[in-house]
């Protein structure tokens, strides 16, 4: 599963996410976050071949992320039950599609061909703040410490439309706070409206094609990626199916960047052919993760939604 090897405990790996939540975190703690993380990070390529495999013939697009230490220690804090070893989203793919019909073969396809015990649907039942998505629980087995005992661990698909993915976007880009559920009230009320208005488009039908040419074929290819939230621009640098190098260079960004509010730094993957990679191949990372490559920061609503919200709420 991974070129990194695995030598701690559930029970260490957990007692550290605790410390680092309260607060009471040891230089150690530190040490296994990261490894644990990165142990996972590398089993997205063995993940992925699947991925690409079930969505063939679809009209959908795959790409991937690690969950940056920020944000690993974000969620600990809000959920004050989780243990750190059964975190689903430390590594987590992410699946668009056209339409709400589009959205229900993919799901259908991928638990077919993977181990997916569980699901939630965000969809029908939204979160309190709007979010709409299914989101798929899978399990990967994982070689750990030298004896090469196998242990379970679980990951999360975001499966979405193109226009989930956009309200989910411009969340996003409103700040940590709001994903809180913290922010103005005039913030959250503005996203809510926003779902409520692409839910009702998508189920009538007015919402139309919003990403047509969606596909999945290829190997992962991965990128990093360093975005400045006040002039809106990221500097992209590609590494092609050379992970352990994505994830030294995503590591020193995250070292250089932790305390910095304007700065996000991403690992992302995507599928591409390795033999014709070129730019364009970073226009699937432009659908999948478009507020990184928004000059303001926040994607480009379509007209029919645009006509019916009030203006955006500054902050």
């Not at 226009?163 to 880009?173: G, H, I, R, V």
Request: proline share 3%.
């Amino acid at each position: 599963m991974s070129a990194v090897q695995l030598t701690h405990s559930n029970g260490a790996i957990n007692k550290a996410g605790q410390r680092i939540r309260d607060g009471e975190a040891k230089a150690d703690d530190w040490s296994i976050l990261r490894d644990f993380r990165d142990f996972r990070a590398f089993g997205l390529f063995e993940l992925f071949p699947p991925v690409v495999r079930a969505l063939d013939g679809l009209a959908a697009q795959a790409t991937c992320r690690v969950k940056r230490i920020r944000s690993i220690v974000r969620k600990l804090k809000r959920q004050s039950t989780m243990n750190l070893s059964q975190m689903d989203d430390l590594v987590g793919l992410r699946v668009l599609a056209d339409s709400q019909e589009d959205q229900s073969a993919a799901i259908q396809s991928l638990k077919t061909h993977l181990n997916i015990p569980k699901a939630k649907d965000y969809v029908s039942q939204p979160r309190a703040d709007g979010y709409r998505a299914v989101h798929l629980i899978g399990k990967q087995d994982g070689s750990v410490g030298e004896d090469g005992f196998t242990r379970t661990f679980p990951y999360e698909f975001q499966v979405r439309t193109c226009l989930q993915n956009l309200w989910a976007n411009t969340s996003e880009a409103f700040g940590e706070q709001v994903k809180e559920g913290g922010g103005l009230q005039e913030i959250r009320s503005y996203l809510d409206e926003l779902s409520k208005r692409i839910h009702e488009a998508e189920v009538d039908g007015t919402a139309g094609s919003n990403c047509p040419g969606l596909r999945t074929r290829g190997h992962l290819q991965v990128v990093t990626l360093l975005y400045d939230r006040k002039s809106g621009t990221s500097t992209v640098d590609q590494h092609r199916d050379d992970f352990e190098r994505a994830l030294l260079v995503f590591s020193y960004l995250e070292e250089q960047f932790l305390n910095d509010a304007r700065r996000e730094v991403a690992l992302l993957g995507f599928a591409a052919d390795p033999n014709i990679l070129d730019t364009s191949e970073l226009d699937e990372l432009t659908i999948s993760h478009v507020r990184y490559y928004a000059s303001t920061g926040f994607p480009a609503l379509p007209q029919f939604l645009t006509e019916v919200l009030p203006e955006r709420p500054r902050f």
